[in-house]
């Protein structure tokens, strides 16, 4: 089997050094031609991480001169990613890109038609798609057994450090966008695109710090409303992140949606009014790396021509706008006009 040779572009996203360590346990898959960061002081600053011990690092010049370039993972800082993706679409490689796709909804367009001019593959890095109990609840949905979805909760909260948030208060849309990307996706996966996006971002204050650090968001459909909620300062917020998904038929609470994982799933045929009949489900992983591994076998599969990715160009777009929307920007999520 050939291996991909793949460059790693950027090195400012939170996850660039586990994308790098993951593909490292598979060097008969991958074959890793070299990191670039063209941020001479964001090299600096993260450049130190032993995921980038012993690979050769490349100007932009030169990772641009290489020969028999397959695939980049772009794991650049969050606003930049679109902007060197195109610039490696325009190449022709074919493309993992971690998320959000930044602020500007038309570079984007831009970048995803030019993937599908050129007919490349694209992924992006919502790692929770390859969580256990959540493939579990998307085959419930498919095969049914939920029955009608008609609320969700979704909870992607931490207590960062000030220093951490400090950071993140450049970021439009503060936590909405940095972690509630994770849960609109989760809500768009199960329910569709809502009627509307009420955006409830607030700023507590702490530390002197000013941006949306306590964010929500409502989103309402014809039968029930769902939540997402991304919080930078809620004390055990990493041990209560959470999926909730209320079915007609059958309710899934995933929680802890952090490794191990950890779900209770009630069936209607099982239930009772004032008592709990809920099975316990829990997925042991021996490390957080393996919700990356098989994502990135998937993108090798993808590459190689031997797997569709069955989130679509337009999927990715329509998510995107939905995440924008739930940030508090003024846009039109229920038209896709990506190819108009």
């Not at 790693?8 to 598979?26: F, M, N, R, V």
């Not at 964001?42 to 130190?48: I, N």
């Not at 991480?49 to 800082?77: C, I, P």
């Not at 095969?143 to 979704?154: R, S, V």
Request: hydrophobic share 40%; with cysteine.
């Amino acid at each position: 089997m050939k291996k991909i040779r793949i460059v790693h572009y950027g090195i400012g996203h939170d996850h660039s050094p586990q994308y790098l360590d993951a593909i490292k346990e598979y060097p008969d898959v991958f074959e890793i031609l070299g990191v670039c960061e063209p941020n001479e002081k964001m090299r600096e600053e993260c450049g130190h991480f032993d995921a980038y011990k012993g690979l050769k690092w490349l100007t932009e010049e030169e990772m641009f001169k290489l020969d028999g370039v397959d695939a980049v993972m772009v794991e650049a800082h969050d606003l930049d990613l679109v902007k060197y993706a195109q610039k490696c679409a325009d190449r022709g490689w074919h493309i993992h890109m971690d998320k959000a796709a930044g602020v500007d909804i038309e570079a984007f367009k831009k970048l995803l038609r030019t993937v599908k001019e050129k007919n490349l593959v694209f992924q992006m890095g919502y790692m929770f798609r390859y969580n256990a109990i959540i493939k579990y609840a998307l085959e419930e949905k498919r095969l049914g057994h939920l029955g009608e979805i008609y609320h969700m909760d979704a909870f992607m909260n931490t207590r960062h450090p000030r220093d951490k948030r400090e950071w993140m208060s450049h970021l439009p849309g503060g936590d909405m966008l940095y972690l509630g990307c994770h849960m609109v996706d989760m809500i768009l996966l199960f329910q569709g695109i809502p009627n509307r996006i009420i955006p409830l971002n607030k700023n507590t204050g702490l530390d002197g710090l000013d941006y949306p650090d306590e964010c929500a968001a409502v989103f309402e459909y014809d039968k029930g409303v769902s939540f997402v909620r991304a919080s930078a300062v809620e004390v055990n917020g990493y041990g209560r992140r959470q999926v909730v998904i209320c079915g007609s038929d059958k309710t899934i609470e995933v929680r802890r949606l952090e490794a191990p994982t950890i779900a209770r799933v009630t069936d209607i045929k099982n239930a009772a009014t004032y008592a709990e009949k809920s099975e316990k489900m829990r997925v042991e992983q021996n490390s957080i790396l393996e919700r990356y591994y098989e994502m990135m076998l998937d993108f090798a599969a993808f590459v190689r021509g031997e797997k569709e990715n069955p989130y679509t160009l337009e999927y990715e777009y329509t998510l995107q706008k939905l995440v924008l929307a739930a940030c508090g920007m003024d846009i039109d999520y229920k038209k896709c006009d990506l190819f108009d």
